[in-house]
């Protein structure tokens, strides 16, 4: 079975500043790895997402990840915060031999003015 | 727009009294999902429907259980709910089953209270 953690329940940071969301897994498979945002009171949205290729992946709002095997991490960044981007954000993970969305736990995202 | 639609966006019931939350989608997807996400905490799936095949989560409650009489809709059903019931309840949508890369595409979520 995948899992995930995600390191700080809570970031707070100023607008224009780098968000960084960290995030590790653990999959005794290769992992499909996947970033969502959850704004007050709405869905979940995914931002990214890693299956194969290339490790640094693009999403929207500025958002990208980069997979790193060997630290079995996928974190989240970008590079300037909005004030837009105050949302909860969820880290999940499926494989091959379960294709159940494993989510963490979740970091809520402040953001500063 | 294709999307995922959950009527209502809040419902309020009274403990032990029958409440059903509603999914459609224009995504002509054949994978339907039910989580439950209780506040500051991560999403659990209930249960899933693939077309018309219901696949329960091992620790679901029986109090909860789900219809799909179509493609296009899929009901949460709980017969008596109960005062740790109260969460959000989110409905979403993928292409198909056993593809771990298929995105899954969610609702805006049902807010269910219980009095």
């Known amino acids: 079975a995948q899992s995930v953690t995600q390191l700080g329940s809570h970031v707070s940071v100023s607008e224009g500043a780098l968000v960084l969301l960290r995030c590790n897994y653990s999959s005794s498979v290769p992992p499909y790895l996947f970033w969502y945002v959850q704004y007050p009171n709405q869905g979940l949205q995914l931002l990214l997402k890693?299956?194969?290729?290339?490790?640094l992946v693009k999403g929207i709002n500025g958002f990208e990840a980069e997979f790193k095997k060997s630290e079995t991490s996928f974190h989240l960044t970008k590079p300037s915060a909005h004030m837009s981007d105050a949302a909860e954000y969820f880290c999940a993970v499926s494989g091959s031999n379960d294709y159940k969305l494993s989510f963490g736990a979740g970091t809520t995202v402040t953001v500063r003015a | 727009d294709a999307m995922v639609i959950q009527n209502p966006r809040y419902q309020v019931t009274q403990f032990g009294k029958p409440v059903t939350l509603s999914c459609s989608q224009t995504l002509n997807h054949n994978v339907m999902y039910w989580y439950q996400q209780k506040s500051s905490q991560a999403p659990k799936l209930l249960f899933h429907y693939y077309d018309k095949d219901f696949n329960n989560e091992a620790d679901t409650p029986d109090n909860f259980q789900s219809r799909r009489p179509n493609t296009s809709f899929c009901f949460l059903d709980i017969r008596s709910p109960g005062l740790g019931d109260a969460a959000m309840y989110l409905c979403?949508?993928?292409?198909?089953?056993?593809?771990?890369?298929?995105?899954?595409?969610f609702g805006p979520g049902t807010r269910l209270t219980v009095l």
């Open positions: 890693y299956t194969t290729g290339a490790t």
């Open positions: 979403a949508t993928s292409r198909d089953w056993g593809q771990f890369t298929d995105t899954q595409y």
